[in-house]
């Protein structure tokens, strides 16, 4: 399988990528440069091509043109996965639901026969551990919270070794107490595993706690790419109204109150 | 065919996933078992009781066994069965792997460099291609059994046991079982491959799953019906 890492991360690098779903452009000539072990978050309101994007830098979809490169290498190129270890969270988690939570953690060492199953028992634990879910193994994800399965997701991501691992939208359908659990623990990844991670999400709280650069997409176009704070003070209407958005929550209640809809 | 040749490239896997190839072989073959032996005693049954009385009144009861014997191995065990198998399991193998494509399990699987065909498509393909000429060997006796009885019990047709298989034995022999058994081998990989690729190409959510089972139920059968022909001019010609 994987040779032994020769680095605990790796650089990606995305030239001009663009993509097509029946004659609409999704992706508008992408190009991104993340370093490596840095925590870089993609941010963008929804239907932005953001997921579409992380798809194509795990090798899940293929461009129309351009190219993405870990590490300098081509991930078109056969064989990229046995070079480079990649993982990802998936927005839904993706747990195989027919399989118990340790199964579903060990499944990659289980199925590349890395490793006898007194030592996958091991690791699963040791993983489930990292992330919170001490004694779970036997439980069907079907039976967990939603948080607690993108958690099994991560562990189920860690237990690659992970050079590169990608998140899709990891705090959606998460309240807010679990979408801070889930961001403290991309966070200990950094720490624990030193590798690149990229967060796709349109959850500006978790992009400013967690990212170490960030990039704005909207419309399948690249809006900025800096640290956190270039955001925050950016003057381009777009990128001001998404990160300063709120509901005027006090005035819509005392709408809501109010008798007569023509005062809506 | 592309599906049919990659499942058979990952084969050398299949020791590996014999977990996952029992798991499927039980529920292919042990939760249909009961079915099966139910639709072959009526099966035989209706066969002998369609075709006594006419025979009985040319004077031909002395065939009934012979004709109903090699009617079940040859064609009707191994049709029907490989029809009520891919409504049964060929729909669930579909509906299970389009479930595990939509919810992007099967993404998942191959962003952890786990193929996907060896996982999910070569234990249920090798489950069914030994589950279904397995219970065509169950369902071809219970047939001549339920001709058997039928024939000896109605009053028009009135041939006892002994001479209904005393004739069943005269015209059937092993190669017309195992004709029958080939053909329900062959329909197996037809079930299994349609299903299985009708299940990866799934899309558009739960409406897509429900397009994919109606698709791999329906594909299979006339695949089956289509393939019970030639397989039968192929099996003729090869006897002769």
């Not at chain 1, 990606?12 to 000539?29: A, I, N, P, T, W």
């Not at chain 1, 624990?192 to 349109?202: C, D, N, P």
């Not at chain 2, 939760?31 to 025979?55: D, E, K, N, R």
Request: glycine share 8%; net charge neutral; with cysteine.
């Amino acid at each position: 399988m994987n040779p032994p890492a020769s680095t605990p991360n790796v650089s990606v690098d995305v030239h001009d990528l663009r993509k097509s779903f029946r004659g609409q452009e999704v992706l508008k000539g992408i190009n991104l440069s993340i370093a490596p072990g840095e925590i870089f978050v993609i941010m963008g309101p929804s239907g932005s091509g953001k997921s579409v994007l992380l798809k194509h830098i795990i090798g899940l979809q293929e461009a129309d043109s351009g190219e993405i490169l870990i590490q300098g290498q081509s991930v078109a190129t056969p064989g990229i996965r046995d070079q480079f270890r990649m993982a990802m969270v998936f927005q839904s988690g993706a747990l195989l639901t027919s399989l118990s939570v340790g199964e579903n953690v060990g499944i990659y060492l289980s199925e590349h026969r890395l490793q006898p199953p007194a030592e996958i028992a091991r690791i699963v634990a040791a993983k489930l551990d990292a992330v919170g879910l001490k004694g779970l193994e036997d439980r069907m994800p079907n039976e967990l919270s939603g948080g607690m399965q993108k958690r099994v997701a991560i562990a189920r991501a860690l237990v690659i070794d992970p050079q590169l691992i990608l998140f899709d939208e990891p705090t959606s359908e998460l309240d807010p107490l679990m979408a801070v659990v889930v961001g403290e623990e991309i966070l200990k990844l950094k720490t624990l595993t030193q590798a690149t991670s990229i967060v796709v999400t349109h959850d500006r709280h978790l992009a400013f706690g967690i990212a170490d650069r960030m990039a704005m997409i909207a419309g399948g176009e690249i809006l900025l790419v800096g640290a956190p704070a270039a955001f925050k003070d950016n003057a381009d209407p777009r990128i001001h109204d998404f990160i300063y958005a709120e509901l005027p929550m006090s005035q819509t209640a005392s709408k809501r109150a109010d008798p007569n809809p023509s005062n809506l | 065919m592309v599906l049919f040749w990659r499942t058979l490239r990952v084969l050398p896997l299949a020791w590996h996933q014999r977990r996952k190839v029992l798991d499927q072989l039980f529920e292919i073959g042990n939760g249909s078992l009961l079915m099966v032996c139910i639709l072959s005693l009526f099966i035989g049954g209706v066969l002998a009781l369609q075709t006594g009385p006419v025979l009985v009144e040319r004077g031909l009861s002395s065939v009934l066994g012979g004709m109903v014997g090699l009617s079940m191995c040859k064609e009707l065990a191994p049709v029907l069965l490989a029809i009520l198998i891919a409504g049964r399991s060929g729909s669930a193998m579909s509906a299970e792997i389009g479930s595990m494509r939509v919810y992007e399990e099967i993404d998942a699987l191959r962003t952890m460099n786990i193929d996907p065909v060896s996982y999910l498509v070569l234990p249920r393909m090798l489950a069914i291609a030994v589950a279904l000429p397995t219970l065509v060997l169950f369902a071809i006796p219970v047939g001549w059994l339920g001709g058997a009885v039928v024939s000896a019990m109605n009053n028009q047709i009135a041939v006892s046991f002994n001479a209904f298989f005393q004739d069943l034995r005269q015209v059937v022999d092993a190669g017309d079982v195992l004709n029958g058994v080939f053909k329900s081998f062959v329909f197996a990989l037809a079930i299994g491959v349609i299903s299985c690729h009708q299940g990866l190409i799934t899309r558009d959510g739960p409406r897509g799953i429900g397009r994919s089972v109606t698709k791999a139920v329906v594909n299979s059968i006339v695949c089956i019906l289509i393939l019970d022909y030639f397989l039968t001019r192929v099996l003729l010609y090869i006897q002769k």
